[in-house]
């Protein structure tokens, strides 16, 4: 119950009743910007990313003229998007900006700052083409290591050794500190989905990260990182200049029959669908359509119902 007793105590109540009442009588006029800002009043400041997030929705806001939010159409922001798009914007981007503009809508309707559901729910994301999981050969991470020794930021040659020994996001592997150096691997704090996760280590590595973060600390470092890979001749698809060695770890790791539940734990996914995308490179990878399909008898095998010698492809 809602004390009066104060002309303090009084005030937010008469500010959003009498808010309540003109918004019911005038109808909602509210531009986007600002049922973006109160967004993030009242929830988003919550968030990992907060501020980074509360940006980019502003700039979504001034890129569609911040309309009347209310009054924000499906044929206004397809037009938007179709002009994104011609710019040169890829799908994901837009996918992303749609479904996080989807969730502030939400969110502000169950904490009934809005009364009204968004037509924008209805709004489909764009098809996305797959992404190439490029990851680097033996010959390639010797190259990039080098280089890396060689570059003028002295943490980033063991950033990339960390990355490259856990699978860690660079954002992670930057973040490391000798605090979470322990018992022969990595602890991951503040991680993508809030957990955080502890990664084994060879001996090597965690002597020589240890020893460095002894003395220093990490640095942001993915520009050098970039001119690593220039000066190591190693070109990559659009996007996966760090995230390459997330992709390297987890591409060797299948392919010298690592299990993908274990993958999974190790790269943080909250889901095996994602860890899934490296199956392809497993050495027994659907090899059981081989095996234990019903033309497997006749490929070598006895028949199971007769136990007599079965006949091969090429008898037939």
Known sequence: MTDFNTKKSRKPWVRGN??????????????????????????????????????????????????????????????????????????????RELQTLKAVFRELKRLSVIDYESPLQTVRKLHQAKTELSYLTHNQIARLLSECRKSRNRGLFYVALVSLATGARWSESESLTLRNCKNGGFTFCNTKNGSDRFVPVSADVFEVVTAFLGSESFTSCRTSFSRALKRASIQLPPGQATHVLRHTFASHFVMAGGNLRSLQTILGHSSLT???????????????????????????????????????????
């Open 274 to 316: 994602v860890t899934t995308r490296y199956a392809h490179l497993s050495p027994d990878y659907l090899g059981q359509a081989v095996t234990c399909g019903p033309l497997s008898v006749f490929t070598g095998g006895n028949n199971v119902e007769s136990g007599d010698t079965a006949l091969k492809i090429t008898d037939f």
């Open 18 to 95: 009498i808010s309540g009442f003109f918004t019911s009588l005038l109808g909602d006029n509210r531009r986007l910007s600002q049922l973006i800002s109160d967004w993030y009043d009242l929830h988003g400041v919550s968030l990992k990313s907060a501020v980074g997030t509360k940006r980019r929705l502003l700039a979504l806001a001034h890129s569609l003229g911040d309309p009347v939010a209310q009054k924000l159409s499906v044929p206004d922001f397809s037009k938007y998007r179709r002009s994104r798009l011609d710019a040169g914007i890829s799908p994901a981007t837009l996918n």
